[in-house]
């Protein structure tokens, strides 16, 4: 008889925080946005000082990474004072944003040595790109703040999405390589938010979501991953983070996640530059 190995332990507190601080967005992304953002999305329950508390926390226990998500998170009204927070708690902090408006003291900010970026692209060809997005103009203004932050020495990941068929994406990752950026992952529309195409379940995910990670939804609610948000596992503005992630909820939780057959290369969930939305070509579904 042949003994399947035991599944590794996952860790009670993750080392990387996703923190999904608003709904609203410039863009529509009609076939795509997993967390059904846009112009009319709000910022949620979560106060900015609740988010403060949450940082603060999340410092305290041993999370080492958080990631401002949203919607667009540079649309938070105090979305620069939440970075400044996280910095000054000891924590790396990456950045994901559609890049389509910067503003002059959010490039002073993502040039602080403890930032990072993240945005999407989705075609070398504007009308492709726009047509996910949802917005004119967005591929232009995108393309270009992609140019400044290079030119500036930030550190820039692109996640590019395959949303419809004959999507330019193999010559839209040709076009950011030869432009510098050094981490460009391809991936496919997952079953969740507006790319829903069934009821979302743990056979939509990498397998390895609460392990390592988790997110906070801007109602407080977490969940094992933004794309495992119909997993809720409690909340962190009513609870803790720390109640949350030694109850039995997030145990079960993390438990009922489907682990891939075999390890894939390149698949490292406490590192942002995977299992997100944009981002996850190492962490296809585990089944």
Request: net charge neutral; with cysteine.
């Amino acid at each position: 008889m042949t003994i399947a190995p035991e599944a590794p332990t996952r860790p009670a507190v993750p080392k990387f925080l996703e923190l999904e601080i608003t709904g609203k967005c410039q863009f529509t992304c009609p076939s795509l946005c997993y967390a059904k953002a846009g112009p009319t999305g709000g910022h949620g329950s979560m106060t900015t000082d609740d988010w403060k508390r949450l940082i603060t926390e999340a410092a305290a226990i041993g999370v080492r990474k958080v990631q401002f998500i949203g919607g667009e998170p540079t649309m938070h009204p105090d979305f620069s004072h939440l970075v400044h927070h996280a910095l000054a708690s000891g924590l790396d902090v990456q950045v994901y944003s559609n890049l389509y408006r910067v503003k002059p003291e959010h490039w002073e900010l993502f040039e602080h040595p403890k930032v990072s970026l993240a945005t999407s692209y989705y075609s070398d060809v504007a009308e492709e790109h726009e047509r996910v997005t949802g917005r004119k103009g967005s591929h232009a203004a995108t393309r270009a703040n992609i140019v400044q932050a290079l030119r500036r020495g930030i550190p820039l990941q692109v996640g590019i999405v395959e949303v419809f068929e004959g999507q330019r994406t193999a010559q839209a990752r040709e076009e950011l390589l030869d432009l510098g950026v050094r981490t460009v992952n391809v991936d496919r529309v997952r079953s969740v938010g507006r790319g829903q195409v069934h009821v979302p379940s743990t056979k939509d995910l990498c397998g390895r979501c609460a392990d390592g990670r988790a997110a906070i939804m801007t109602d407080g609610t977490v969940t094992p991953c933004v794309l495992g948000r119909f997993l809720e596992t409690g909340n962190a503005k009513t609870d803790g983070l720390a109640a949350v992630f030694n109850g039995k909820r997030w145990a079960d939780t993390a438990a009922s996640i489907l682990r891939p057959l075999a390890p894939t290369a390149g698949c490292t969930p406490a590192d942002s530059n995977d299992c997100d939305p944009a981002n996850t070509e190492a962490c296809d579904p585990a089944y």
